[in-house]
C-alpha cells in the first residue's frame, strides 16, 4: 500500500487535527513498528507498520466515512469509470483519495460548480430526496433577458414532460446587450432540469454552473480542486 505522512495518518485515524498529531508526534507520544518517532516527516504503511498512540495501536479506520465538496470543471462526466469519455470527475481526486466515493447526483459535462462525493449512502440519499426540499442554486447564462412573465412561471413551476416543477427561487442578475445572468435555485434534480426549464420558455443556457447545496456555498474552491466538509457542514444536511 501507498505511504502516507505520519501526521495524516494519526489524524484520519485517531479522531485529532494534524497540528495535534504534529504535537503527539514532538512529544514522543508516537511510535512506529515500537520505535519513537524522532525525526519529521515521517511516512507509514497503513496496512504494514504498526502505529501507537500512548501505548495504543491506532487501527485503520476502514468504515471511515469521507465528504468532499468538488468544483467540477467543464467538459467532465460525473461518473467513476466511462470508456467513452476523455475526462472523468474521479481524474480529479483518485491520486489522493484512496476510498472508493460516489457522486451526490450529477452534473452534466456542460455544467460546472458545486459536486458533492460521500461513500456515505444514507445521507447522499436524504441530499437527493425532493421531500427534504434542500434547494441547490445556479447561475445560468441566458441567450435574452426574462421577462416577468416568464420569471413568474419559473417561480410557481412549468410543465416539463407533462409533470410541473416545483417553485424555484429566480432572481435576475444582470442584463447585457445579447444576453442575462440569472440565478435560480430548485428542490429537484430532474434530468438536465435548470436547462429544460428555461428551454420550454423559449430561452437557451449558454452557461451553468452550481453554486450552492442547501447552506453550502462553492465558494473560492478552484475549478478542479476539492476539499473536505466540516464537521458542522456534513450535519448540516442531516
Not at 220 to 238: A, D, I, N, Q
Amino acid at each position: 500500500m501507498e505511504k502516507v505522512r505520519l501526521n495524516k495518518f494519526i489524524a484520519e485515524n485517531a479522531e485529532v487535527s494534524r497540528r495535534r498529531a504534529d504535537e503527539l508526534i514532538e512529544k514522543k507520544k508516537v511510535t512506529v513498528n515500537n520505535k519513537v518517532v524522532e525525526k519529521m516527516p515521517c511516512f507509514v504503511d497503513p496496512e504494514n507498520d504498526i502505529v501507537k498512540l500512548n501505548g495504543d495501536v491506532i487501527s485503520i479506520d476502514k468504515d471511515r466515512k469521507i465528504y468532499i465538496a468538488l468544483n467540477k470543471p467543464l467538459g467532465y462526466v460525473t461518473t467513476l469509470k466511462d470508456k467513452y469519455a476523455k475526462k472523468i470527475i474521479s481524474d480529479l481526486y483518485d491520486y489522493k483519495i484512496k476510498k472508493r466515493i460516489y457522486p451526490v447526483g450529477r452534473l452534466d459535462a456542460n455544467t460546472t460548480g458545486l459536486l458533492l462525493l460521500t461513500n456515505d449512502g444514507q445521507w447522499s440519499n436524504g441530499i437527493m430526496h425532493p421531500k427534504h426540499e434542500i434547494y441547490k442554486e445556479y447561475i445560468a447564462k441566458l441567450d435574452k433577458a426574462p421577462n416577468k412573465n416568464d420569471l413568474n412561471k419559473l417561480r410557481t413551476g412549468v410543465y416539463l414532460d407533462g409533470v410541473k416543477t416545483a417553485p424555484s427561487i429566480v432572481k435576475v442578475l444582470n442584463v447585457y446587450d445579447e444576453s442575462s445572468l440569472v440565478s435560480i435555485s430548485i428542490c429537484e434534480g430532474r434530468n438536465h432540469q435548470v436547462r429544460n426549464m428555461f428551454k420550454v420558455l423559449g430561452y437557451k443556457v449558454l452557461m451553468l454552473k452550481r453554486v450552492k447545496i442547501g447552506n453550502l456555498e462553492l465558494g473560492p474552491l478552484k475549478v478542479g480542486e476539492f476539499r473536505k466538509l466540516s464537521r458542522e457542514e456534513v450535519e448540516s444536511f442531516r
